[in-house]
C-alpha cells in the first residue's frame, strides 16, 4: 500500500496537470490574480454557449444516470428552476449503507495512489469541468436563479478555481513531509546511529459534502476537492433544490476514475426528496468522518454538536456589515454599493446587510452629506442601476426559494422598519414566471431596539438596512460586536480618516473578518477571488474555517511514519 | 494593531535566534537528524550538574514567587518526589477569573507582534530553559520519577526540541501568506484591477495547558509553544504532582516577555490542590479557544465532549504492540526490548505493552524458537539488564504514583496471568524511600477471553504481557484491531519476511499507527526524536494529534485579510 499510480493514464494525468499545480501553488503563496480558466464565455467556443444549452435540455425531464453506482432501484428528484420550468431530472436514488460499502471498497486504492496522483485526478475532473462551463452555468442558473452572466462565472470558473484551490493545499500539505528521508545521529566516537524513514499520508475515511441551494458548485467544489485530493472517498449530498450541478459534477469524477483504473464509488451522490433528512442521517455515520456544510445556522451548529467522529466544516449565516464615513469618490461609492446590494438579490452570504451611517454626516468630495441624504442618493443608485428591466433581470437573478420570497414581501409591507427604497417587481420577457425584486432599503435607527432586533438577524436576500449610528466610532464599535455576535463572512468600510481606518483595522482583526476598503471600482465586497482572497476567516460564527488555507486540509489526512535502520 | 514589535530588545532576539529558526524549518523539512540543544550533560559546563542540583535545592521548602501573577493571596503546593523528599515548593494560586482578565489585557500587544517576534521571544525562552538544563532535570526526576539520565535528556533537550520544533511549524504557517500583496487582474482593454492586500495572523484567543504527571516538559512544551508562537496567551495547568518544571518554564517565560516588552501575564500558572478539579473549570470557560492535554482517557473524552467552544489537542491512553515474527539478530532484538520496556518502568505512553508471539515459533539467525523459548529469553535478557541495583535504578526510574504500583503488585500476585518473570525490588542507596521495581512479563494467550480482557486494556507501567498467537497473520490482524479498537502510540515489529512486513506496512496505515521495524541497536520504539520523528499520527484513538505536523498549528490561528485599491 505505497503511494504508487501504476495506471499508464495516470501517469498521463500528472504530466498533463503539472504545470497548472505548479501555477496554483505559485499564485497561492503570492496571493497575485491567477487562473487557467478563463471567465469570458466567449473564451468556450463560438458555439460554446449554445451547445452547453443543448447538453443541458437533453438532461432534462429524463433520469440521470450514474453507471456503477449502487442504486435501490427508486429514482428520486423534484427540481423546478427559479425562472420557472419544472426541470424534471431523476437521480437515482441508494440506501446510506449502499453507498458507504461501496465507498469503503473503494478507498483503499486511492489512498494508496499518493499525493501527486490524487492531485493530477482531480486537476483532470477541473478540466473537463471547466470544458463543459456552459452546461454547468444552465444548471446552476436553473437551480439557483442566478444570471446567466453569474451562474456562468460563478458556477463555473470561479467554482473551478476554488476547487482548483483547494487540490494544490492539500497537495502541498501532504508532501510537506518528504516521501522518504535518511536520519543520522552521531554518536560520538561510535558508529552513528542511521535510519530510514518513510511518510505516508493517510485518509482519514469518508468525507460527506452538504451541498447548498444557492452556490452548489462554488461553496461545494472546496470541500470536496480538498478531501478528495487527500485520500478520502467523497459522498455528495447536494440540496434538493440544486442538485443538477453536483449530479454532473459526480459523473464526471466517475468517468475520469473509470479511466485512470479506480473504483468510480469514490465520487457517490446521495439524491433525496425535498424533506428528506438523508444529511442528519449521513452525517453521524461512524464512517463518515469529514463533513463539509453551508447552509443555515441551525444545521450547522447541530452538525457541530453532533458530529463528533467527524472533522466539521461549517459555513453558517452571518450579517454583513459596512461602515461608511467618509469618502473622496461619492459615486463611485454609491455605484459599487448599489450593484453589491442589487447582485443575485442579495443572496450571497457575503452581500452587505447593514450599512452604518452615523447622524453626524459623511465627508465626500460633493460636500458632507447627511444620513438622510445618503441613504436617498444610494436609493436612487439602486433604482438607476435596475431602471431597465432586462438589465435588471441580468443583475438581480431570480429569487431562489420561497423564504427569500416572504421576506421581500415582508420588508415590502415595512415590517422590518420604514422604506428608503421599496422592492419593484421586475419581469422578465425570457421567464416571464421568474419572481425577480429589487432591494428594499430599510432605514433603521441603532438606538431603537425594534430596529436592532431586526438588523441584528441575518435577513438572507434583498433586503438592506440604512443604521444611523452615533459617530464614526459607535459605527466601528457595532461592526466588531455585530461579528462577534452574530458572524459576519465580509465587512466593508468607507473612510479618508487615518484614525478611522486605523480603528477599522483594529475592529477587524480583534473580530476576525476581512475588511475592503473603499470599494468604488469594479471589485465587490462579496466577491472574493481564489488563491488571492480568502472566503471567510474562520474566526467568528459564521464559519469554522476559510477558504482555503492550511488549516482547511491539514486535519483531511494524518501522517504515518515507517523506520527502520538501513 | 499591525505586526510591529518596536522594542529593540525583540530586534535583537530576532537576530540572535534567526540562525535556530532556520535550522528548525529546514530539519523539520528534511528530516535528518538535528538539535540546536546539547543531549549530553557534560556540554552543559563543568559545574553543570552541581550548579543546576544547587538551584533546585534553592527552591525546596520555598514559596515559588511569581512576580506580577495576579493571586488571591493563597499558596497551595505538595508534592513529593517518588524519590521520597517532600519538595516543599507553594505556589501563588489565583481565581480563574483574575487569571483570564490578566491575560486577556495581554493579549492585543502579542497579537499584534507578529510572527517573526513571537518566534524569537519563544525561542529566547526555550534558551534560558535549555541553560537551565540541569536544574530542570533535577525538577523532572523529583516529581517524574524518570532517573537523572533521562530526566535530563526527555524533560531537557528533547522537550526543548519539540517546544523549538512546534514554534517553527507555527512560524512556518502563520507566514504561508505574505504580509503584505499586489493584486493586478487584466480586463482586456481596460485598465487592469489592481489591489493590495494585506494579510494578518489573528490568535484564537486563550489557550489553555493541562499538564500531565510524567513528562510535564516533553508532552507540555509542543502545545505551549505552538499556542504561544501565534499569539494565544497560555495558562498553564500543571500536575499537581508535576507542578515545579512547567512553574519554572512559566516564570522564565515571564522574564523574557518583560524584559521584551511585553505583559508578562502573557504565560501564566494556575496551580492547585491535588483533588481540585479547575481543569474541568477551566476547559468550559468561554475565553479558552484552545486546549492541550495529555493523561486519562476519560478526562481526554470529556474534553473533546465537553469543551466545545475551544480547538482541543489530546493524548490519551493507548495499548501499543510488538509482533516478534522473525529477526537476523536475536540478541539485539532481546535487549532491545528489555530496555524498551524497562526505561522509566514502562511509564512512557509509547512503550510497548503486548508482544505477540506466534505459536509456529520465531525464525531467528540462532534457529526458530517456540513461544516458551522467546519469552524465557526475553525474562533472562530483562533479568539481566537489571540485575545490578545501581544500573537498574538509572534505567528504571522509580514508580510515580500509587497506581502504578498497584498494578505492579496486582501483576506479581497473578492477578493479570501466569508470570515469565515476577518484578523485583530494587533498592536505590541514594534514595532508600524510592518505589522501583522491575517490569512484569504475563503470559497471555490470544484465544483466552480473560487473557484478551486483561491485554486490551492499557496496563500502564512496568507490566507486559507475552501473548501467544496463531500465526504471523493473526500477529498482524490482532495489532490492526488493537490500535483501532485501543488506540495506540507506537507500533513495532520483527520481520525478515517481505510478506510478513508488507501485511504489518498495510495495517499500520490503515489502523493509524507509526511502525518502527527491526530495532535492535540504539533507537527504541518509544523514543522519537523531533524533526524526524512525529510522535503519535492523531489516526487512531490514542490521541486527536501528533507533535508536530502543520495540523497542530494551523488551527491556533486565523488570517484576516484587508484589501485596498492601491
Same mark, same amino acid.
Given at each position: 500500500?505505497?503511494?504508487?499510480?501504476?495506471?499508464?493514464?495516470?501517469?498521463?494525468?500528472?504530466?498533463?496537470?503539472?504545470?497548472?499545480?505548479?501555477?496554483?501553488?505559485?499564485?497561492?503563496?503570492?496571493?497575485?490574480?491567477?487562473?487557467?480558466?478563463?471567465?469570458?464565455?466567449?473564451?468556450?467556443?463560438?458555439?460554446?454557449?449554445?451547445?452547453?444549452?443543448?447538453?443541458?435540455?437533453?438532461?432534462?425531464?429524463?433520469?440521470?444516470?450514474?453507471?456503477?453506482?449502487?442504486?435501490?432501484?427508486?429514482?428520486?428528484?423534484?427540481?423546478?428552476?427559479?425562472?420557472?420550468?419544472?426541470?424534471?431530472?431523476?437521480?437515482?436514488?441508494?440506501?446510506?449503507?449502499?453507498?458507504?460499502?461501496?465507498?469503503?471498497?473503494?478507498?483503499?486504492?486511492?489512498?494508496?495512489?499518493?499525493?501527486?496522483?490524487?492531485?493530477?485526478?482531480?486537476?483532470?475532473?477541473?478540466?473537463?469541468?471547466?470544458?463543459?462551463?456552459?452546461?454547468?452555468?444552465?444548471?446552476?442558473?436553473?437551480?439557483?436563479?442566478?444570471?446567466?452572466?453569474?451562474?456562468?462565472?460563478?458556477?463555473?470558473?470561479?467554482?473551478?478555481?476554488?476547487?482548483?484551490?483547494?487540490?494544490?493545499?492539500?497537495?502541498?500539505?501532504?508532501?510537506?513531509?518528504?516521501?522518504?528521508?535518511?536520519?543520522?545521529?552521531?554518536?560520538?566516537?561510535?558508529?552513528?546511529?542511521?535510519?530510514?524513514?518513510?511518510?505516508?499520508?493517510?485518509?482519514?475515511?469518508?468525507?460527506?459534502?452538504?451541498?447548498?441551494?444557492?452556490?452548489?458548485?462554488?461553496?461545494?467544489?472546496?470541500?470536496?476537492?480538498?478531501?478528495?485530493?487527500?485520500?478520502?472517498?467523497?459522498?455528495?449530498?447536494?440540496?434538493?433544490?440544486?442538485?443538477?450541478?453536483?449530479?454532473?459534477?459526480?459523473?464526471?469524477?466517475?468517468?475520469?476514475?473509470?479511466?485512470?483504473?479506480?473504483?468510480?464509488?469514490?465520487?457517490?451522490?446521495?439524491?433525496?426528496?425535498?424533506?428528506?433528512?438523508?444529511?442528519?442521517?449521513?452525517?453521524?455515520?461512524?464512517?463518515?468522518?469529514?463533513?463539509?456544510?453551508?447552509?443555515?445556522?441551525?444545521?450547522?451548529?447541530?452538525?457541530?454538536?453532533?458530529?463528533?467522529?467527524?472533522?466539521?466544516?461549517?459555513?453558517?449565516?452571518?450579517?454583513?456589515?459596512?461602515?461608511?464615513?467618509?469618502?473622496?469618490?461619492?459615486?463611485?461609492?454609491?455605484?459599487?454599493?448599489?450593484?453589491?446590494?442589487?447582485?443575485?438579490?442579495?443572496?450571497?452570504?457575503?452581500?452587505?446587510?447593514?450599512?452604518?451611517?452615523?447622524?453626524?454626516?459623511?465627508?465626500?468630495?460633493?460636500?458632507?452629506?447627511?444620513?438622510?441624504? $445618503?441613504? !436617498?442618493?444610494?436609493? +436612487? &443608485?439602486? #433604482?438607476? %442601476?435596475?431602471?431597465?428591466? *432586462?438589465?435588471?433581470? =441580468?443583475?438581480?437573478?431570480?429569487?431562489?426559494?420561497?423564504?427569500?420570497?416572504?421576506?421581500?414581501?415582508?420588508?415590502?409591507?415595512?415590517?422590518?422598519?420604514?422604506?428608503?427604497?421599496?422592492?419593484?417587481?421586475?419581469?422578465?420577457?425570457?421567464?416571464?414566471?421568474?419572481?425577480?425584486?429589487?432591494?428594499?432599503?430599510?432605514?433603521?435607527?441603532?438606538?431603537?431596539?425594534?430596529?436592532?432586533?431586526?438588523?441584528?438577524?441575518?435577513?438572507?436576500?434583498?433586503?438592506?438596512?440604512?443604521?444611523?449610528?452615533?459617530?464614526?466610532?459607535?459605527?466601528?464599535?457595532?461592526?466588531?460586536?455585530?461579528?462577534?455576535?452574530?458572524?459576519?463572512?465580509?465587512?466593508?468600510?468607507?473612510?479618508?480618516?487615518?484614525?478611522?481606518?486605523?480603528?477599522?483595522?483594529?475592529?477587524?482583526?480583534?473580530?476576525?473578518?476581512?475588511?475592503?476598503?473603499?470599494?468604488?471600482?469594479? $471589485?465587490? !465586497?462579496?466577491?472574493? +477571488? &481564489?488563491? #488571492?482572497? %480568502?472566503?471567510?476567516?474562520? *474566526?467568528?460564527?459564521? =464559519?469554522?474555517?476559510?477558504?482555503?488555507?492550511?488549516?482547511?486540509?491539514?486535519?483531511?489526512?494524518?501522517?504515518?511514519?515507517?523506520?527502520?535502520?538501513?
Amino acid at each position: 500500500m505505497t503511494a504508487a499510480a501504476d495506471h499508464p493514464f495516470v501517469a498521463e494525468l500528472i504530466d498533463r496537470h503539472q504545470e497548472t499545480l505548479a501555477g496554483a501553488l505559485a499564485a497561492a503563496a503570492s496571493r497575485d490574480y491567477w487562473s487557467p480558466y478563463p471567465e469570458f464565455p466567449k473564451a468556450y467556443g463560438e458555439t460554446g454557449l449554445d451547445d452547453g444549452k443543448a447538453a443541458f435540455d437533453a438532461l432534462l425531464g429524463s433520469p440521470f444516470a450514474i453507471d456503477g453506482q449502487p442504486s435501490d432501484g427508486e429514482h428520486v428528484g423534484g427540481e423546478t428552476s427559479p425562472y420557472g420550468p419544472v426541470l424534471g431530472v431523476t437521480y437515482p436514488h441508494a440506501e446510506p449503507q449502499q453507498l458507504i460499502t461501496a465507498m469503503q471498497a473503494a478507498q483503499p486504492a486511492w489512498a494508496a495512489a499518493g499525493p501527486a496522483a490524487r492531485a493530477a485526478v482531480s486537476l483532470e475532473i477541473l478540466a473537463r469541468i471547466n470544458a463543459r462551463s456552459h452546461e454547468f452555468a444552465h444548471a446552476v442558473m436553473h437551480t439557483t436563479g442566478q444570471a446567466y452572466g453569474m451562474a456562468f462565472q460563478a458556477g463555473g470558473p470561479h467554482a473551478q478555481d476554488r476547487g482548483l484551490e483547494a487540490v494544490a493545499y492539500a497537495y502541498a500539505e501532504q508532501t510537506r513531509l518528504p516521501g522518504k528521508a535518511s536520519w543520522t545521529k552521531p554518536q560520538g566516537k561510535r558508529d552513528p546511529l542511521s535510519m530510514v524513514k518513510e511518510f505516508t499520508a493517510v485518509p482519514r475515511g469518508l468525507a460527506l459534502l452538504i451541498g447548498c441551494n444557492t452556490f452548489p458548485t462554488w461553496n461545494g467544489y472546496p470541500g470536496l476537492f480538498a478531501s478528495f485530493a487527500t485520500g478520502n472517498p467523497v459522498l455528495v449530498k447536494p440540496h434538493p433544490r440544486a442538485t443538477l450541478p453536483l449530479a454532473l459534477t459526480v459523473r464526471i469524477a466517475r468517468e475520469v476514475l473509470t479511466e485512470a483504473g479506480f473504483d468510480p464509488n469514490l465520487v457517490c451522490l446521495a439524491a433525496e426528496h425535498e424533506g428528506s433528512t438523508v444529511a442528519a442521517t449521513l452525517a453521524v455515520r461512524p464512517e463518515i468522518r469529514i463533513i463539509d456544510y453551508t447552509g443555515s445556522t441551525s444545521f450547522g451548529d447541530w452538525l457541530e454538536t453532533n458530529a463528533r467522529q467527524a472533522q466539521v466544516y461549517t459555513e453558517k449565516a452571518g450579517v454583513n456589515t459596512v461602515v461608511i464615513d467618509s469618502t473622496d469618490n461619492y459615486r463611485g461609492m454609491l455605484g459599487n454599493l448599489a450593484f453589491s446590494l442589487s447582485l443575485y438579490s442579495g443572496q450571497m452570504c457575503t452581500t452587505p446587510q447593514n450599512l452604518l451611517i452615523p447622524r453626524t454626516g459623511v465627508r465626500t468630495d460633493e460636500g458632507s452629506k447627511t444620513y438622510d441624504e $445618503v441613504v !436617498a442618493d444610494l436609493a +436612487a &443608485a439602486i #433604482s438607476g %442601476l435596475l431602471a431597465d428591466d *432586462a438589465k435588471a433581470s =441580468a443583475i438581480l437573478g431570480a429569487v431562489v426559494n420561497p423564504g427569500v420570497l416572504q421576506r421581500t414581501v415582508a420588508a415590502a409591507s415595512g415590517e422590518y422598519g420604514d422604506l428608503a427604497l421599496a422592492p419593484r417587481v421586475v419581469t422578465s420577457t425570457e421567464y416571464p414566471a421568474a419572481v425577480i425584486r429589487t432591494p428594499a432599503l430599510v432605514k433603521a435607527d441603532s438606538d431603537k431596539p425594534d430596529d436592532r432586533a431586526a438588523f441584528l438577524e441575518e435577513c438572507f436576500g434583498p433586503i438592506t438596512f440604512a443604521v444611523a449610528v452615533e459617530s464614526p466610532e459607535a459605527a466601528v464599535e457595532l461592526l466588531r460586536r455585530t461579528v462577534k455576535e452574530q458572524g459576519a463572512m465580509t465587512a466593508a468600510a468607507y473612510t479618508i480618516s487615518e484614525e478611522v481606518e486605523a480603528a477599522l483595522v483594529d475592529a477587524c482583526l480583534d473580530a476576525g473578518v476581512s475588511l475592503s476598503l473603499n470599494l468604488t471600482g469594479g $471589485v465587490f !465586497a462579496n466577491q472574493t +477571488a &481564489a488563491f #488571492s482572497d %480568502l472566503h471567510g476567516t474562520g *474566526a467568528n460564527p459564521a =464559519a469554522n474555517s476559510a477558504y482555503c488555507d492550511g488549516a482547511f486540509v491539514a486535519s483531511r489526512f494524518r501522517s504515518v511514519e515507517v523506520r527502520r535502520h538501513n
